[in-house]
């Protein structure tokens, strides 16, 4: 209990320092953002300030192709695609290219004209910004920035001018003013630089001096850094903290409602497996407090039930010897709990009982109306119910239930056709056997055993078992030819001769066995005309039931298996055969001995030697 406990508390810290963590959702993921927890003010930066959607929508009238990302998945960019199309109304156009998925606006002008290249970035906390991709190389690279506190970066496409491109100290680029075209395009590069001044958010006067000039590229670029890193710090402050509550409840800033992706696989299967662990950690604590309750109560009630036990037999004792009237059994009998130990202690004193001891004993049972408790136990659903009260009739003799005893006889349960089997002996007033005429189902070694058990403690009549002998039931068939051999009923002579060709060889087998053990010499002869047609068993039964009824008529079908049979077994039951026939079969036996083949001699003389058997 304690280490469970233990375990959960450790398990929940985890999760809360887990959740308090502020490191990037999309560390390694592609250059595009997948989810967004708020929907985003969108903006697109070049230079130090941000270029607003107006400003891009102004850009793209231009006579030059805008390059917004590049990808190596195809969903990601895709996904940039259809979210620029809301935000710019515009159309905007993916290409495959080098191996990669590239977003454009005006993507027609790539062959006739310089190639900006616009990352897309939105405002959400700066270390979710989007990273760029070069647009002239054929795998992933990015211009970004080299500083950690710089948020955004943008460049011009290796179609313009190298000596056009002027870096700026917080890693960003500008396209300076300047009267020379830029080739292939009818436009200055100042009219290019004038288009973007126009569209940039208004900042300071130093900015707005820096961007118009070109000069001051050293403060403006601080002046940049103490601007991202304000809004970092009011990012910081604005964000919600992780607490308990949105830890354990989906709302808020509960990391449960963050996707996290990872090389564009989403691990939300481990979220579903952390509540699956909690969820059956929770359970096993449930079930060790339910079973160490119902344990304690087991426990409580084993001490109570010994308790009444010994009241009970006391108060049966004076009730049945006139000490005390049944006015005291009242009370008892109106507790279910009570009632069921009291009907357990009565069955337990009538074991003993005989005579009017007991008959006042029932009498008491049925005044108390403890026998309706056991006709409904004995209608219960529930097998072992079924068998308590099939117990409690037969103890009490009360033949109410005898309906449900008979349909329980060829039930699927053996043990409940076992409870049943012995229910109908002891309530049958005539005819104890009556069920074996109904019985389907298999009549196993064990229930043969226990009824023979109650014909000898309980003294009952023994019927004649020959009239089972026609059963189509095999083992009802079988457990009459035990209880005629166990209880000598020769009578049954003609019957068992005619179980000799039973067709199941195991009932044949234990007819020869019987017909041996009864010394029933009529079976003789059916006995020799079937040992042809026998399986190997029953041949050395066949064989051992002659020796046990010696004929001398029968010496020559002995010698004849003698001779005929390889198996030694039989070869010495036939010879112990013609021995137990007396005179004349030691003469015969004698002859053999004398004769060319030494297999007999050997055979003779081991059943001969006295000092053997």
Known sequence: MK????????????????????????????????????????????????????????????????????????????????????????????????????????????????????????????????????????????????????????????????????????????????????????????????????????????????????????????????????????????????????????????PWLTRFNYFGKSVALVNALIFTIIASMATMLILLLVILLNRNRMEKEAKLRQYLLEQYQALIVDYLFGNTGSDQFLKIASDNFRRQVLIDQMIDVSVNLKGETEEKLMNLYRELNLDQDSLARARSRKWHKKIKGFRELAFVGITDGNDEIHRALNSKNEILRMEAQIALVRLSDKDHFEFLSQLKRPFSLWEQITLHDLIIQHELPVP?????????????????????????????????????????????????????????????????????FQEYNNCLEIVKSMGKMPEQALLGFLKLVLDKEDDVQLQIEAVKAIENMGEPGVQALVKVMKSEYKNYNIIVRHVLDRRIY
């Open 3 to 254: 280490r469970a406990v233990i375990i959960l508390v450790a398990f929940a810290l985890s999760l809360i320092t887990a959740a308090g963590m502020t490191g990037d959702p999309h560390y390694g993921s592609d250059s595009a953002l997948v989810t967004a927890t708020s929907p985003p003010l969108a903006t697109i930066s070049t230079y130090p300030s941000s270029l607003t959607v107006e400003g891009v929508v102004s850009l793209s009238r231009g006579n030059f192709a805008i390059q917004m990302g590049a990808f190596l998945r195809l969903a990601n960019a895709e996904n940039l695609r259809r979210r620029l199309e809301e935000l710019l109304e515009i159309k905007v156009d993916l290409v495959e290219e080098d191996g990669m998925y590239k977003v454009f606006i005006n993507s027609e002008l790539r062959s006739s004209a310089p190639s900006l290249f616009v990352p897309a970035s939105f405002d959400e906390p700066a270390r979710r910004r989007i990273r760029p991709h070069a647009t002239d190389s054929p795998k992933e690279k990015a211009v970004e920035s080299s500083r950690p506190e710089t948020a955004f970066a943008s460049s011009v496409s290796t179609l313009a001018p190298p000596e056009r491109i002027v870096s700026h100290p917080d890693n960003t680029i500008a396209i300076p003013g300047t009267t020379d075209a830029i080739p292939g395009t009818s436009d200055s590069t100042t009219d290019i630089t004038g288009a973007i001044a126009d569209t940039l958010r208004t900042g300071t006067a130093m900015d707005a001096s820096a961007e118009q000039s070109g000069t001051s590229a050293g403060q403006h670029g601080n002046d940049s850094l103490l601007a991202v890193m304000e809004s970092a710090s009011q990012e910081a402050e604005t964000r919600p903290e992780r607490g308990i509550g949105n830890l354990f409840f989906l709302r808020g800033d509960s």
């Open 464 to 532: 004649e078992f020959s009239r089972w002998l026609s059963s189509d039931n095999p083992t009802v068939v079988m457990f009459a030819l035990r209880m005629i051999r166990e209880f000598k009923q020769k009578d049954a002579e003609r019957e068992i001769n005619k179980v000799l060709l039973h067709r199941d060889p195991a009932v044949s087998q234990l007819a020869v066995q019987v017909a041996g053990d009864l010394d029933m010499r009529t079976t003789l002869d059916t006995m020799k005309r079937m040992y042809k």
